[in-house]
């Protein structure tokens, strides 16, 4: 099993543009879960889906971020436009459901210039 | 809400055991986790524990659980210079939820 796979690794982008952050979650997992680390704040919730259904989106920041989760096997996070302060690194993680715990993607780094 | 708090630091010399200390406030917290976060990577899970337990050993690694006064702690024994990382205590009340971290603590392995 390749584990959660996130993509880019990197991305760097300017003020204003819209980016795409995507995830492939473990397969037979039916939960995914995107969340975002800083120093400041530690590890937050923004958004998470069961069985493909967004459950909970009260921890996206604003209107300007978006996911969405097409198929069982895909996921993006969307941010448009994008700003400084959403410089963090975006992990994403999927979970069987049987309490065994999280398993989380390398992560995505965005730096917004 | 639900909150998980731990130290933000923790030094220790190569061969000694490390504890990490984490308290929740969640009651109905039925899982509890560790995670490992090295330098530039994601979250590795370590260890968790049901709420039913006192105890679980995996190793190098103790896990104690606390549930009346809501207090986990991770002992890892023999640490090495490869424990140095960031370590995430986490809790959630069932396996599709969120899982609720703490800020992490970073332990520093001097050789």
């Known amino acids: 099993d390749a584990g959660v796979i996130q993509s880019p690794r990197h991305e760097v982008t300017e003020m204003g543009q819209e980016v795409t952050l995507r995830c492939k979650p473990i397969?037979?997992?039916?939960?995914l879960f995107w969340y975002r680390q800083t120093m400041m704040r530690g590890l937050e919730l923004l958004i998470y889906f069961n069985n493909n259904v967004p459950i909970d989106d009260s921890g996206m920041p604003e209107d300007r971020f978006s996911a969405k989760m097409p198929n069982a096997s895909f996921s993006t996070l969307k941010i448009q436009p994008s700003e400084p302060r959403d410089s963090a690194v975006y992990f994403c993680?999927?979970?069987?459901?049987?309490?065994?715990?999280?398993?989380f993607g390398s992560g995505t780094r965005l730096t917004v210039v | 809400g639900e909150d998980v708090e731990q130290s933000l630091f923790l030094s220790v010399r190569e061969g000694d055991s490390s504890v990490i200390n984490c308290t929740y406030t969640?009651?109905?917290?039925?899982?509890l986790y560790w995670y490992k976060q090295e330098p530039g990577a994601g979250l590795q899970l370590l260890t968790y524990?049901?709420?039913?337990?006192d105890m679980k050993q995996d190793q190098r690694l103790t896990v104690l659980l606390n549930k009346k006064d809501k207090h986990l702690s991770l002992r890892i024994a023999d640490t090495q210079t490869g424990d140095s990382a960031i370590y995430f205590c986490?809790?959630?009340?069932?396996?599709?939820?969120?899982?609720?971290f703490g800020k992490g603590t970073r332990l520093s392995v001097i050789a």
């Open positions: 397969s037979g997992h039916n939960s």
């Open positions: 524990i049901f709420s039913n337990m």
């Open positions: 969640d009651s109905s917290s039925t899982y």
């Open positions: 986490a809790e959630n009340n069932s396996g599709n939820t969120p899982l609720v």
């Open positions: 993680a999927s979970s069987s459901g049987t309490g065994d715990g999280y398993t």
